[in-house]
């Protein structure tokens, strides 16, 4: 039997088959350019002069040989399942001319890339987060902008705190805004207050006492002042000494007592006379 020329339904490609192949296959075919599997019976072509050139099936279902006739129906429904459930049992009713399973692989194409950027949407551009960085720099810089100015506007008081002390003196190094020292006069402590004639100078006093800065924190050295009182409490004599008048030794010329250590203090003025009944010192700047 001579060789017989049959058409893809799908891609509408002519080929030439062996009636021995199309026998050993059950009659079907696979085309070698879309893949189509169709019977070749159904889609048997009449020769002529310009289907001379046609060549062979690049394979045919030679795989099928060993199955039974009726298998070939079964593989045919699963490798066009997807094509059968579309069309259903309309397929016999329509003139395939090649554009119809185009169509629905086309819909099917634009189905899975809907499918697909639903399932991974589009991610924001990067020129739309520009401006929100930009915008929360700037946020930022006129918050640290605000801030310093506050700190410079209020160094003064903010330098009494101590959480605060260090990163003022930072900033007013900077700035030259004003810092407070810390003072407390309230927290030196005198102790062994002590006034005497003097052991070797007649109508001179000897005084003694004991200083210690219980403050917490380094501060200047304060200055004393020595009161003389009458009975009634009116004032008959003062004296008023600065750090240089009663610092000697190591600590003389020194300006910031320091913490929790006793300072010696010993001074020597003229006796005010009997009128003087008591005597007081103070702390002052």
Known sequence: MSDIITRCPDCNIAFRAQPSQLSAAGGLVRCGTCLMVFKADDFLQQPDPESANIEYMPYVLDGLIDFPEDAEYEIEGELNQALDQQIGDELDAVNIDGNLPKLAAASQTKALDDDLLSTHPKR???????????????????????????????????????????????????????????????????SQFIVQAHPQHRDALSIRLLLNNRAGFEQRFPQLLIRFVDLNDAPVAERLFSPSDYLQGWLANAIIMPRNQGIQIHLEIVDPGDKATSYAIELTD
């Open 124 to 190: 924001p551009s990067n020129t739309k987060a520009l401006p929100f960085f930009s915008a929360a720099l700037i946020l930022i810089l006129a918050t640290l902008l605000l801030s310093a100015q506050a700190v410079h506007f209020n160094s003064a008081s903010l330098s009494l705190n101590p959480e605060y002390r260090r990163l003022v003196q930072k900033l007013c190094a900077t700035t030259g805004c004003p810092i407070s020292e810390y003072r407390n006069l309230d927290g030196i402590e005198i």
